[in-house]
């Protein structure tokens, strides 16, 4: 029988992941990432929820679950005229997120991907021809039954697909993260709500954890030079240790963008193109990796009654059924980091509704719920 032909272009978390889920499924897959030996390493570390390490495990052989590290503990503080308050606390049995290194966990995929029957390409492609479901790189053109692009956020290849047409804003913000070494017995993962920004600490082993301070574009040009030294300061201050050594600064301009359209003909866009969200929930690649498994649904499905690929309604019915969660999430986002920011009439009575969110065990219950499975 005729093999379906699929064609995943993109060697971030996106692309690489949604090739070893679909890896199994007899498709001829052609996975398509640019030569990255130039370009800058993802310092970042991720968080994902129980939920979602729970579906990469079952669909990733050989996964290396060590990558992976389990966190069972998680503190909410708002600073409240220079006090934190600690307005929630998860503090459980159970593995409530696992945080991973992204660029040790791609490293890890690519070997994976070595022993798939996966045929990976290292090239950049240059175009995308609708009418003929074709992929262009600069030395080759080919068809295929479908096609999925996960070039990032900001690839002009998605202008045919989308028009661009999105829920948009400028945060004016950039994400300054690094990795930090400490000495702290058994650290959990804490959220600052800070004047300056929400900072988040990811531990991802018992000796580092990743720093992840989103700050106003004045506060980072203005220190931009002392990056370093005003990260570490502001460290020192929220956790009280001296003994902090801090690794290479990265950073990252933030946005929100929430698109309208997720495919066009046969040709699916995923992951970053779809939407992006603010990082203080640490929620953009979980809506990415549910996307994911509802696109692996749909396949199998397909595949299951013996139907063509080609002629599916596989990407009306991602789009139709991720959209409308992926929105939410993102306003949701949104709303609670205009929450937090300085407002000089909502400030005088925050301290009392988190007080107040803080004593419901429904909205605990909630929160943790939504954090783990989105809105399902
Ligand atoms: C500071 C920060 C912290 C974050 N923390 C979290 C978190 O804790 N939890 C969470 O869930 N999410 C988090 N996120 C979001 C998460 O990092 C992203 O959603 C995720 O990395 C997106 O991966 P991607 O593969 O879609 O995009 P990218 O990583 O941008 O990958 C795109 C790939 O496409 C390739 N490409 C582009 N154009 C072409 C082309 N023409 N031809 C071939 N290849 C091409 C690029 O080389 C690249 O490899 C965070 C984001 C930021 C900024």
Not at 37 to 57: F, P
Not at 175 to 202: M, N, Y
Not at 281 to 310: C, M, P, V
Request: aromatic share 8%.
């Amino acid at each position: 029988m005729k093999k379906h032909k699929i064609c995943i272009v993109g060697g971030g978390l996106t692309g690489l992941i949604s090739a070893l889920v679909l890896s199994e499924k007899g498709l001829d897959i052609d996975l398509i990432v640019e030569n990255t030996t130039s370009k800058i390493k993802d310092l970042r570390v991720t968080a994902i929820s129980e939920k979602n390490m729970y579906y990469l495990k079952s669909k990733i052989k050989n996964i290396n679950s060590k990558l992976f590290y389990p966190v069972k503990k998680i503190n909410l503080f708002f600073d409240n005229n220079n006090q934190l308050k600690n307005f929630l606390n998860f503090d459980e049995n159970k593995n409530l997120m696992f945080f991973f290194e992204n660029r040790v966990t791609k490293k890890h995929l690519f070997r994976l991907l070595k022993k798939t029957k996966i045929k990976v390409h290292k090239k950049t492609i240059k175009s995308i021809d609708l009418a003929a479901n074709k992929v262009s790189t600069s030395s080759s053109s080919k068809s295929y039954d479908l096609i999925f692009l996960c070039l990032g956020s900001n690839s002009p290849i998605y202008q045919k697909i989308n028009g661009n047409r999105e829920i948009q804003k400028n945060y004016k913000e950039h994400s300054i993260t690094c990795s930090v070494k400490h000495q702290i017995k058994d650290l959990g993962a804490q959220q600052f709500f800070l004047k300056e920004g929400p900072l988040a600490i990811l531990p991802y082993n018992k000796k580092k954890f990743s720093v992840v301070w989103s700050i106003e574009d004045r506060y980072f040009i203005k220190n931009k030079k002392n990056i370093s030294k005003y990260l570490k300061n502001k460290l020192l201050n929220l956790i009280k240790k001296n003994k902090l050594t801090l690794g290479k600064i990265q950073s990252y301009p933030l946005k929100l963008s929430l698109k309208k359209n997720y495919y066009k003909k046969n040709i699916i866009i995923l992951g970053d193109g779809l939407h992006v969200v603010h990082p203080l929930a640490g929620q953009g690649f979980n809506l990415i990796l549910r996307d994911i498994e509802k696109l692996d649904e749909l396949i199998t499905y397909n595949l299951k009654l013996g139907l063509s690929i080609k002629d599916s309604n596989i990407p009306k019915d991602l789009s139709d059924s991720r959209k409308p969660e992926n929105l939410l999430m993102g306003l949701g986002i949104d709303t609670t980091r205009k929450f937090f920011m300085s407002n000089k009439y909502l400030d005088p009575i925050k301290e009392n509704i988190l007080n107040n969110f803080s004593k419901s065990k429904l909205l605990k219950k909630i929160t943790k719920r939504v954090a783990n499975l989105g809105l399902e």
